[in-house]
């Protein structure tokens, strides 16, 4: 079944900490239990949004690798 | 672990202001409030007539350090002011100036960019700290 994505930050070609920046900012416009999609280049990415996630207390539902393009889908607390 | 954490910025280099907007950015985007103390050259550097300017980089950088940061920049990297914008939009960052640094420059609240929130001295600076870490660029 296909999560259904709220809302969607395109953070790609933007470098440290700006992913994590957008994505902070974004998560503000969704609603609670709502998904946010966000798609990164940068290669710190992976520990940066588990580490965001864990200490922010949003989940982290699904991260995936294609072709450089990082895809995280975060579940707002 | 402290929901506080306070840089001191001595440095007026854009190589060390850059990392400094990087870790500022980044606490604000964990939430953490975040106290910005400017002085010296750091302080010179946010003059409203020269924050744009160049304000080259750490003499160790040499001239491959001025290659890649240059690459980085026409990347798309946001510059140092335009990380500290985003990071103030985003959360809780507090911009000062020292007020000694102030009287060492001749400078005037009103000759500072706007990204400045303030001036204080360094009891007012500790006290804003409470028990966070403070960390000197």
Known sequence: ?????????????????????????????????????????????????????????????????????????LRKK | MSDTISFVLFSGTDDKLQAAAVMSAGAAALGKRVNIFLQYWALDAFRKDRIDLDHGLSPEAGEAGRAAVDALRAAGQASWKDTLTQAKELGDVDIQACSLSMDLLHLEESDLDPLVDGVEGVTAFYLSAEDGEIVFI
Do not use: H
């Not at chain 1, 395109?10 to 798609?39: F, H, N, R, Y």
């Not at chain 1, 940066?48 to 294609?66: C, I, R, Y």
């Open chain 1, 1 to 73: 079944m296909a999560l259904e994505i709220a809302k969607t930050v395109d953070a790609k070609g933007l470098s440290c900490p700006m992913p994590i920046v957008k994505t902070a900012q974004a998560i503000k416009d969704v609603p609670s239990g709502a998904l946010l999609e966000v798609l990164s280049t940068d290669a710190g990415s992976t520990r940066d949004f588990a580490a965001w996630a864990k200490s922010t207390g949003n989940e982290l539902v699904e991260q995936t690798v294609d072709g450089g393009v990082y895809r995280f889908v």
